[in-house]
Nanobody, 115 residues
Framework: QVQLVESGGGLVQPGGSLRLSCTAS????????MGWYRQVPGKERELVAT???????NYVSSEKGRFTISSDNAKNTVYLQMNSLKVEDTAVYYC?????????WGQGTLVTVSS
């Protein structure tokens, strides 16, 4: 089964930066798309960014320029570089990996932006 391990969350001051990582099981080699979502209590989970196996990226327009998604296909890993963080970026961030016949979610990493 596909398993995802997330890391990189934590506490950061407004204007600071964090880099999230998500690594999928090494046995998975037919991944089509990897992405990041986030969720605040009481709200729907929302898309942040995605990247295809070919390197094509898609961002939520409001986050473009502050967040950068990248991947290392050899390591089955996707990253989210977050700069100029705002208090409203506080959320649990989840990675997602999709292939032809599967979809898997990480269990989340908490990002807290506070003074």
């Amino acid at each position: 089964q596909v398993q995802l391990v997330e890391s990189g969350g934590g506490l950061v001051q407004p204007g600071g930066s964090l880099r999230l990582s998500c690594t999928a099981s090494a046995s998975i080699f037919n991944i089509n798309t990897m992405g990041w979502y986030r969720q605040v209590p009481g709200k729907e989970r929302e898309l942040v960014a995605t990247i295809t196996s070919g390197g094509l990226t898609n961002y939520v327009s409001s986050e473009k320029g502050r967040f950068t998604i990248s991947s290392d296909n050899a390591k089955n890993t996707v990253y989210l570089q977050m700069n100029s963080l705002k208090v409203e970026d506080t959320a649990v961030y989840y990675c997602n990996v999709r292939g032809r016949s599967f979809s898997a979610w990480g269990q989340g990493t908490l990002v807290t932006v506070s003074s």
